[in-house]
């Protein structure tokens, strides 16, 4: 099996947050712990440059090493900070068999960001008092191994201890041999249920695409709307994001990229553009555009809509935000979110393509990277690379640092 095969069975995040890494936990509730970011000790200066022609000039050269060392066609930049220029750029192609350029507007496929809006749909549901993150996921979802015991905060901290059906023998075959099939969210479990629990809940952490399955179906049943229908309309309506949808099949809005991996039964490199996102579901199925990214970045991270509204309360937003260590030093993961050395947002790997989106408290900024490939690069993403070049330059006390996880297992 390919090391890239083996990446896409483990799932749809960053390498180095993936299931592979383990930390204990208190069992039952996760413990608050110090906030992740901590700057990097040896930088100093401001925490976010004024993006000045010279600075930009350093991005746009960070970017196109990063793009060279890695073989991505194209990608898109956007780094917004209030009172600062902006900078969105695009690089290489959309298509490399035409040389269509790369252009902002792209519709693309941000994979695991998609669970920054099932966890958002979650909260919402518990500030509405339909359920509670404490709730054992048994109360709702019949059928799952330790139902009993495991919370929907555990699911939604990746502390369940269910096996990740993304790396399932039986749904690797399946989804290569056919990646334009649809799956059913009942059919992405019955691959994880098959396998005995790997720990009791809460135990440790161990990223598994289950938990989100299950909590869309947790989604579903308490609102009554179908998962896209719930998103649309009480999250990306409300924050004006007209460019961003949850597909019912494997619909692509245009313009977009064409998508380019090596996630193959033979490893070779195939454009997967119209494959079927089902298999990802509330994991990691949808779509958005660099604009709506940008909007998003804020929204996710501070609780609130662009108009000043709440999206969740301040109370449950704090729940949100406890982010308990992982093994990578500088690095938490709360519900649905991650904080790496202060940058709070999440990333996505989905066949063909990669996205990160990130947000800096300390002075509003947000960085969102888009790319036409998901290849691993010395078994890094491409997208982890972009953002740790772009942010050593543009907030060295803040350096975007996932590190590069042992080869494929």
């Known amino acids: 099996m390919s090391p890239s095969s083996a990446r896409l069975r483990r799932g749809v995040i960053a390498a180095a947050l993936a299931g592979a890494l383990l ?49 991505t066609p194209g990608v898109s930049v ?29 519709y693309t496929r941000i994979g695991s960001e998609t669970k920054t809006f099932t966890v958002t749909a979650l909260l919402q549901l518990v500030d509405r008092g339909e359920v509670g993150l404490d709730d054992p996921i048994g109360r709702y979802i019949r059928g799952v191994p330790n139902g009993d015991r495991i919370t929907l905060r555990q699911l939604a901290g990746m502390r369940s201890g269910l096996f990740n059906y993304s790396e399932d023998d039986a749904f690797f075959k399946a989804l290569t041999s056919d990646p334009r099939r649809p799956f059913t969210p009942r059919q992405l479990l019955a691959y994880s249920f098959k396998h005995p629990v790997l720990f009791q809940p809460g135990e440790k952490f161990y990223y598994s695409n289950t938990n989100l399955i299950l909590l869309g179906l947790v989604v579903e049943r308490r609102s009554g709307l179908r998962l896209g ?7 990306l309506d409300p924050a004006g994001m007209r460019h961003t949808l949850f597909p019912a ?21 195939a454009d997967a553009t119209d494959w079927d996102p089902s298999w990802g579901w509330a994991a990691g199925a949808m779509i958005s555009t660099l604009d709506d990214l940008r909007t998003w970045a ?33 690095a938490g993961y709360g519900l649905g979110i991650f904080d790496v050395q202060g940058w709070i947002g999440h990333n996505g790997s989905l066949p063909g393509y990669e996205s990160l989106t990130i947000y800096l408290p300390a002075t509003r900024t947000t960085l ?9 690069h010395g078994n890094n993403e491409p997208s982890t690379l972009f953002g740790q070049a772009i ?3 543009i907030s060295p006390r803040h350096v975007f640092d996932l590190p590069a996880e042992p080869a494929a297992r």
């Open 78 to 106: 956007g780094v917004w900070t209030p009172g600062q220029p902006d900078y969105v750029r695009s690089f290489g192609v959309a298509d490399k068999s035409t040389g269509r350029r790369m252009a902002p507007d792209m």
């Open 368 to 376: 969102v990277v888009v790319l036409n490939t998901d290849i691993d």
């Open 23 to 71: 930390v204990p936990l208190a069992a039952g509730t996760a413990p608050a712990a110090p906030a992740a970011g901590t700057p990097t000790p040896s930088a100093s200066g401001p925490d976010v440059r004024a993006l000045s022609p010279g600075v930009a000039r350093q991005v746009d050269a960070a970017v196109r090493r990063v793009m060279r060392e890695t073989g």
């Open 229 to 235: 229908d719930y998103i649309q309309r009480h999250i």
């Open 391 to 393: 942010t050593r330059i």
């Open 298 to 330: 804020p929204t996710v991270a501070t609780g609130r809509l662009p108009d000043g509204r709440r999206m969740v309360s301040a109370a449950t937003q704090k729940q949100r935000l406890t982010t308990p260590a992982t093994p990578i030093p500088g």
């Open 249 to 269: 099949g494997a619909e692509f809005p245009s313009p977009h990229p064409q998508g380019y991996t090596n996630q193959t039964a033979n490893g070779k490199t």
